[in-house]
């Protein structure tokens, strides 16, 4: 059947079964490649993307949940050429290493200083306690996140 | 290396008119390897390409998996070529000998050895570059090559005024030539070497643009998944697909070497299709172990054989007979797996009768012999394309992701892409051998004098040569791989490294004792392993370092000063562990419910000590802060030194909380994230690092921050506790 959709401002329409995972049709229907499969069974937060301007695992989210909304992955984080201030934030901390799971988390990091400006740590380590990261950047990434907050780190 | 030009360089003009160096790395590296390299003919592929527009290309030979390859070895290239770094764009190499890794002979990232290999040759090609294009210069405005400079990518008139680009002097360049191999320039006069700045690949990376195997896309692709036997080693009886391939978009379901493949228009299709394929599995060659056998099996191999000598120093028989006091442990560690967070995966096409393959691979070579393997093509017909890597720790050394999407390619004649879910993934790795470790230890008044460990145990090439011996000789006709395979192993230390895979960080047993027995029982029990991040040592740094502390306390002495005693000729270990034991307050009092353990161990060359603090709370282990200390000789990027260090100590301490794989009657019981668990960012602990200054060639740093956490960790919680914990994972129990 299809299924219409908007990904980053366009809208899409699309040949799936109703059941198809979003992560797919986000990843194979439209193209965008930078959401990635790492688990299947919303464990992991590699596939993170918003809906309606929340985050979801796509990899979970059948297609037809998202059927006329809105979904944002990490090509539309950043405002054209303009990178998002966390992703400037992860290249100055040199947070990726392989860097596969880093556009789960930073729609994460960003959709939590998009709700808590100025998040302590108790709310950073809540908030990116449900994306795994192989390769530990954890403290990077935590380090690039406060300096978005504009907050003093902590020892 | 008294070598001359014919033999390190060779220079020509590209076919777009600009610059081309080659470098015979295999030849130049300073190792010794233990074989003499064949020599290998010029092939076009250069390791540094500067164009008429003033490019700069340079090949990547080792891979990129966040161990930071991409932007060390192109740092070295930068750092000679007087060109920062980030105006040089890396590529991933092609298949072909002057890329294999001369340590191993093959084309592989692996060992933590990409720096250490590639240190001196690269920054030759840096300068040999530079050293052309000056004499170039020279030519042009003729003047003695000695009086012009070199800066960001320019060349400066001796008048201070004039200046030529490289692009501008790119074809006259090619056509230049080198008597010796140039100067390399002192490390005083190094402005990227050992300055800590980004990497290259970031941008990519958090833009989402970054191409890993499984973004590869190529037109009228299609999906393939395969379902393989729960059983390792069992095969396909029969199988029925007829509810399959009635369903939309399924356009074949066939039995491949490992299990039964459905290819389909989408993967959500193949995917929901193959739950729809029953199959029968022959078990008669299948997998029967348990977890718990493999140990038996373990302690009666221990008790009936005594194992290979591997190191004797002094006479241990005669030290355990005149001690005051012998002491025993045994430990016993599990199977890991590697869970990367890409999961394995490979797109193949082939037409015309060549295959092409794109794959996130730590050995492209050896995916060349697995195409070859499972198809009539032999390994000239394959080409495999490597991209960034999501993860490695050795998985993707083992090419089964390549084996499988050629077989399927190969049948479907078009181009598909196989995608292993994550219970593929986790369920049918290769994995850290379980092993067992006896240790026994003599003491005389009141002093250590005698060691002996039996490790036991299986080696991993016996299970990795079946791709590794072909790709060696990959001229050899394909009816000779099984043949290579056996003679790589009974080979071993004569055609190939010897294999010390089992016994490496306990045959170099540092500290001073005047009796060492180090032996190894060979016993393997069938179970698919491979390595993994930082391979024998990950179990051996356990077991000796547990068994240190263990004799510490035994002996009434204080864990670091127990071990720096003993230390007093090995002066790299005591200061690495002197700088971990002050980093992490050893001498200062600790937070009450606070216990603090140590542990120290070298591998891949680099030393590496730590002391962590632990606690147990609300019935978890917390790991609240490691300290380490590390000397890995000279550090090209110490940001990327100290992320290597801190990633290997979230990497231990997963395995140290919960890193166990059990096998049920063959099969694999783990499957996914809630069952085979990674660290989370609130559980990780605060990782400082001090890196010792330090002119010795580099060594590795992929690798050598996983080994001593696990024992460090385990050692604090015996601190905390007052319990020896000898089997991993360990357990959150209170005193």
């Not at chain 1, 790492?38 to 979801?56: E, Q």
């Not at chain 2, 991933?92 to 060992?111: D, I, S």
């Not at chain 2, 016993?332 to 797109?347: D, K, V």
């Not at chain 2, 990782?687 to 002119?695: G, L, Y």
Request: proline content about 5%; some cysteine.
């Amino acid at each position: 059947m299809a299924v219409t959709l908007t990904i980053n401002g366009q809208r899409h329409s699309v040949d799936v079964e109703d059941d198809t995972p979003l992560l797919w049709v986000i990843r194979d229907e439209v193209g965008l490649k930078g959401t990635k499969f790492g688990c299947g069974r919303a464990l992991c937060g590699a596939c993170t993307v918003y809906l309606d301007g929340s985050p979801i695992r796509s990899c979970s989210t059948p297609v037809s949940v998202a059927a006329g909304q809105s979904v944002t992955t990490i090509e539309g984080l950043s405002a054209g050429d303009t990178l998002h201030k966390l992703q400037q934030a992860w290249i100055e901390h040199g947070v990726p290493q392989c860097g596969y799971c880093q556009s789960g988390q930073l729609m994460t990091a960003a959709h939590l200083l998009s709700y808590n400006p100025t998040p302590s740590d108790a709310d950073i380590d809540a908030a990116m306690s449900g994306n795994l990261c192989r390769c530990g950047t954890y403290s990077n990434l935590v380090a690039a996140i406060k300096s978005v907050a504009g907050k003093a780190e902590e020892a | 290396m008294g070598m001359n030009r014919r033999d390190f360089l060779k220079v020509s003009a590209a076919g777009s008119g600009g610059l081309l160096l080659s470098l015979n790395l295999a030849g130049c590296s300073g190792i010794n390897k233990g074989y003499q390299e064949a020599s290998v003919s010029w092939r076009p592929d250069a390791w540094l390409e500067i164009t008429l527009e003033g490019e700069i290309f340079f090949t990547l030979a080792r891979v990129e998996m966040g161990q930071g390859t991409y932007t060390g070895l192109t740092t070295l290239i930068a750092e000679e070529l007087e060109v920062e770094p980030a105006a040089i764009q890396p590529r991933f190499a092609p298949v072909a000998n002057e890329y294999r890794n001369p340590l191993f002979k093959l084309q592989l990232t692996g060992g933590s050895t990409s720096l250490a290999t590639s240190w001196r040759p690269l920054r030759v090609a840096g300068a040999s570059a530079k050293a052309l294009l000056v004499k170039a210069a020279a030519r042009v405005w003729q003047v003695p090559a000695e009086g012009c400079r070199v800066q960001e990518g320019r060349v400066l008139h001796p008048n201070g005024r004039d200046s030529l680009a490289y692009g501008q002097l790119v074809e006259l360049a090619a056509a230049e030539s080198l008597a010796d191999e140039p100067a390399l320039k002192s490390p005083d006069q190094w402005r990227y070497i050992g300055k800590g700045r980004g990497r290259l690949d970031t941008r990519a990376k958090v833009t989402g643009a970054a191409e890993y195997g499984i973004d590869v896309e190529l037109p009228d692709m299609v999906y393939s998944v395969v379902t393989r036997p729960p059983r390792y080693g069992a095969t396909v009886a029969d199988f029925d697909a007829g509810e399959a391939l009635a369903m939309s978009g399924v356009i074949d379901v066939f039995a491949i070497e490992r299990g039964v493949a459905v290819v389909a228009d989408k993967y959500w299709r193949a995917r929901k299709a193959l739950e729809k394929v029953t199959v029968q599995w022959d078990n008669a060659e299948a997998l029967a172990v348990s977890s718990d056998s493999v140990m038996d099996f373990y302690r009666h191999a221990a008790e009936e054989d005594e194992g290979a000598k591997e190191r004797d120093d002094g006479d241990i028989s005669q030290a355990l007979a005149a001690a005051d006091q012998v002491i025993e442990a045994s430990y016993e560690q599990p199977y890991l797996a590697h869970a990367t967070l890409e999961p394995m995966n490979a797109t193949a096409v082939y037409r015309d009768g060549r295959m092409e393959v794109w794959a996130p691979t730590q050995a492209p070579d050896l995916g060349r012999i697995a195409a070859a393997r499972v198809t009539d093509l032999s390994p000239d017909e394959v080409t495999v394309h490597t991209t960034f890597l999501g993860g490695g720790f050795g998985r993707r050394l083992t090419q089964d992701f390549i084996e499988e999407a050629a077989a399927v390619a190969y049948r479907v004649r078009k181009p598909v892409k196989l995608i292993w879910s994550r219970e593929d993934d986790t369920r049918h790795d290769l994995y850290r051998p379980a092993m067992l470790h006896r240790l026994k230890a003599s003491v005389s008044g009141g002093q250590l004098t005698g060691w002996h460990h039996q490790i036991v145990g299986p080696q991993i090439m016996d299970w990795y040569v079946r791709n590794a011996a072909p790709a060696q000789y990959p001229w050899a006709p394909k009816a000779l791989y099984g043949t290579l395979a056996r003679v790589g192993v009974a080979a071993e230390g004569v055609l190939t490294p010897k294999d010390v895979s089992a016994i490496e960080g306990a045959v170099d047993y540092p500290y001073q004792v005047d009796s060492v027995e180090v032996r190894h029982t060979h016993a393997d029990p069938g179970v698919p392993v491979t390595w993994w991040r930082s391979v024998g040592h990950s179990h051996n740094g356990f077991a000796v370092e547990t068994f240190m502390d263990e004799l510490a306390h035994q002996l009434g002495k204080d864990p670091y000063q127990f071990r720096r005693e003993l230390l007093q000729h090995e002066p790299r270990h005591l200061a690495v562990l002197e700088r971990a034991a002050q980093l992490g307050n050893w001498f200062e009092p600790l937070a009450e419910g606070r216990g603090r353990g140590i542990a120290l161990h070298r591998s891949f060359g680099t030393y590496v000590a730590q002391v962590v603090e632990a606690s147990i709370e609300a019935g978890e282990i917390r790991v609240h802060r490691v300290a380490c200390a590390v000397d890995c000789g000279q550090v090209v990027n110490p940001d990327i030194v100290r992320d290597q260090v801190e990633s290997g100590v979230i990497f231990g301490i997963t395995a140290a909380l919960y890193g166990k794989i059990t096998f049920e009657d063959g099969a694999v019981q783990e499957s996914n994230f809630h069952d085979y668990p990674l660290l989370r960012a609130h559980q990780r602990p605060e990782v400082v690092v001090d890196i010792v200054e330090s002119a010795a060639a580099p060594t590795g740093i992929g690798e050598p921050g996983v080994p001593p956490v696990i024992p460090a960790l385990g050692n604090a919680l015996f601190a905390l506790t007052g319990e020896r914990q000898r089997h991993l994972p360990l357990a959150a129990r209170s005193a």
